[in-house]
C-alpha cells in the first residue's frame, strides 16, 4: 500500500493550492480519510477528516478555508486550501484508516507528506 501526496508547494499569504493523494494497493474497509500537518517544532495535528459514511470535520483554523473531498473510483482524497496563511506553513500528510486485511478495520496508513510553505 502507498499513500501519494502531492500538490505543495510556495505560496504567497491569501493563496490557494491544492493537495491530491493517490491511493495505491488495497486497503480494505475504509472508514476515515483525512489530512494532518506537522509544522517546524510542533506536534502533527489533524487538519480535516472524512469519515466514510459520514460530513467532514475541519481544524478550527482552517474552517471555512479549506475543502477536504474525495473520489472513491480513483482512491483519491484531496484538500483545496483558499486564503493561505504564513501559519498554514506546515508539511501535510494523508491517513487512511482502514484494514490490511477484510476483517481488519484498524489500521493507519500515511503517505511521505508534501511541504506547503506561505509566505508573508
Known amino acids: 500500500v502507498q499513500l501519494q501526496a502531492s500538490g505543495g508547494g510556495l505560496v504567497q499569504a491569501g493563496g490557494s493550492l491544492r493537495l491530491t493523494c493517490v491511493v495505491s494497493?488495497?486497503?480494505?474497509?475504509?472508514?476515515?480519510m483525512g489530512w494532518y500537518r506537522q509544522a517546524p517544532g510542533k506536534q502533527r495535528e489533524l487538519v480535516a477528516t472524512?469519515?466514510?459514511?459520514?460530513?467532514?470535520e475541519y481544524l478550527d483554523s482552517v474552517k471555512g478555508r479549506f475543502t477536504i473531498s474525495r473520489n472513491y473510483a480513483r482512491n483519491r482524497v484531496y484538500l483545496q486550501m483558499n486564503s493561505l496563511q504564513p501559519q498554514d506553513t506546515a508539511v501535510y500528510y494523508c491517513?487512511?484508516?482502514?484494514?490490511?486485511?477484510?476483517?481488519?478495520?484498524?489500521?493507519?496508513?500515511w503517505g511521505e507528506g508534501t511541504l506547503v510553505t506561505v509566505s508573508s
Open positions: 491517513n487512511v484508516h482502514g484494514g490490511r486485511t477484510p476483517s481488519d478495520y484498524g489500521a493507519d496508513f
Open positions: 472524512m469519515p466514510i459514511p459520514g460530513s467532514a
Open positions: 494497493g488495497s486497503i480494505f474497509n475504509i472508514n476515515v
